[in-house]
């Protein structure tokens, strides 16, 4: 969630998937439907990518995803991002006995393939509350007119961390069969960086030195919420305000779908025990509906682990958690 230190999240992984040149004739078969949700001078787009002539989408899988800080257009700033996708489709499709389709909500004011980190129109919108308030009005927005076999929410990194919130609100969350949380985690910012104050883990020194300060950026913030001129790890202080209150975990301990919680040990953006508190808290509350998978090795961006990733969560998504 630092926007100096990750890099472009792409959907699973969040890490960076090399791109051939040429494009398979499977990639060629998936095309993207955008649509925009205008609310009198600001807009959200949300995009669908689909396999053309997959027959009636009923019988196929949705899958949702909620992507992380950067304020680039989820599709690219040049829509090179519809390639990741599409990798991640049909390699999806290659694990599952079913088809999978995938809609992306971005976020308030980011035009189709432009980037919004220098727009003052996008980033005083870029808060918790309306980054929840306007994915779920994106979700609401399409469930609401479509139909799916199943309907899977996955979030990665903050998008993994607001998914419990952004799922609570939705109108047609009984549509919702699954959440998959990818280094989300379940503790506030604040906390996640008191955590990551102590760790050994290593990692670039600026970013070391942000964390040591953390307390008196926690105090300036308190006395200056909405700020758009102060910030912190090159964000403003009004992004910064609900993120380092809010505890996903609130949220989570109120569902009772199955929600799986995937991590990686050597985490230095998230911590590693940000999400195993959500393991202690379900266990605490006598909630038999999480899966959680910690691989113990891996970084922020699951070490680029790719397939390994999408197998697991291909089974998973198609086993019934009882079982």
């Avoid at 727009?119 to 808060?127: E, I, L, N, P």
């Avoid at 605490?284 to 090795?297: A, C, F, R, V």
């Amino acid at each position: 969630m630092r926007r100096q230190l990750l890099l472009l999240l792409l959907l699973l992984t969040m890490a960076v998937y090399s791109i051939p040149s040429t494009i398979s004739a499977a990639e060629q078969d998936y095309w993207v439907e955008t649509k925009t949700i205008q609310m009198q001078d600001d807009f959200i787009n949300y995009y669908l990518l689909f396999k053309e002539n997959n027959g009636d989408r009923k019988k196929d899988n949705l899958i949702i995803y909620l992507n992380g800080s950067d304020l680039t257009c989820a599709l690219g700033r040049n829509l090179e991002n519809k390639a990741f996708f599409t990798k991640t489709l049909v390699k999806l499709n290659e694990y599952s006995s079913s088809e999978y389709a995938m809609l992306i909500p971005d976020k308030t004011n980011i035009a189709i393939g432009q980037g919004g980190g220098n727009d003052m129109k996008v980033m005083s919108h870029y808060t918790l509350q309306e980054r929840v308030v306007g994915s779920a009005m994106a979700i609401d927005d399409f469930l609401s007119v479509n139909d799916y076999n199943s309907v899977f929410l996955v979030g990665a990194s903050e998008g993994g961390a607001i998914l419990p919130k952004v799922y609570n609100s939705l109108k047609y969350k009984e549509k919702v069969s699954k959440l998959v949380m990818l280094a989300g985690g379940g503790l506030s910012q604040y906390e996640e960086f008191k955590l990551l104050q102590k760790t050994d883990l290593p990692m670039p020194a600026p970013y070391r030195s942000d964390l040591k300060r953390i307390d008196a950026v926690m105090a300036d913030i308190k006395a200056a919420p909405d700020a758009l001129d102060k910030t912190y790890m090159g964000w403003p202080y009004r992004r910064w305000s609900g993120f380092m209150s809010y505890r996903p975990i609130d949220e989570l301990v109120k569902i009772d779908i199955p929600v799986l919680v995937v991590h990686g040990g050597k985490d230095i953006n998230t911590p590693v025990e940000s999400s195993r508190l959500i393991a202690e808290e379900f266990s605490k509350h006598g909630k038999p509906n999480l899966t959680y998978i910690e691989y113990k090795n891996w970084d922020h961006y699951f070490s680029k682990e790719f397939d390994i990733i999408l197998k697991d969560m291909a089974n998973w998504l198609e086993t019934d958690l009882a079982k």
